[in-house]
């Protein structure tokens, strides 16, 4: 069983920052892109920011110069350091990995999501 597991959303003023975390778990073999998609109320979901196993970062526009995308390739772990947060960054946000893995008994190439975190930006 492969997941992904989010933490670190919450309730936060306008201007205010947070740090989410997504750790990788189960038998994994190479860990390729990882990145955060997000999901406003009554919206579709949308690319975030997304860095690959080399290290090459990019990112949504709105998020360009506030948020920073980085990666723990030890720890299977991607992480977004959210700056100045604004009320319409208020999203569920979701993480989310390609990557080989065991599934049963052979390695597959897979997209795996995790459950997703709730970031609120409100005074």
């Known amino acids: 069983q492969v997941e992904l597991v989010e933490s670190g959303g919450g309730l936060v003023q306008p201007g205010g920052s947070l740090r989410l975390s997504c750790a990788a778990s189960?038998?994994?073999?190479?860990?390729?892109?990882m990145g955060w998609y997000r999901q406003a109320p009554g919206k579709e979901r949308e690319l975030g920011a997304r860095i690959s196993s080399g290290g090459t970062k990019n990112y949504a526009d709105a998020l360009t110069g506030r948020f920073t995308i980085s990666r723990d390739n030890a720890k299977n772990t991607v992480y977004l350091q959210m700056n100045s947060l604004y009320p319409e960054d208020t999203s569920v946000y979701y993480c989310?990995?390609?990557?080989?893995?065991?599934?049963?008994?052979?390695?597959?190439?897979?997209?795996?999501w995790g459950q997703g975190t709730l970031v609120t930006v409100s005074s």
């Open positions: 189960g038998i994994i073999f190479s860990i390729n892109a």
């Open positions: 989310n990995a390609d990557l080989t893995a065991r599934v049963t008994c052979f390695y597959t190439t897979l997209e795996v």
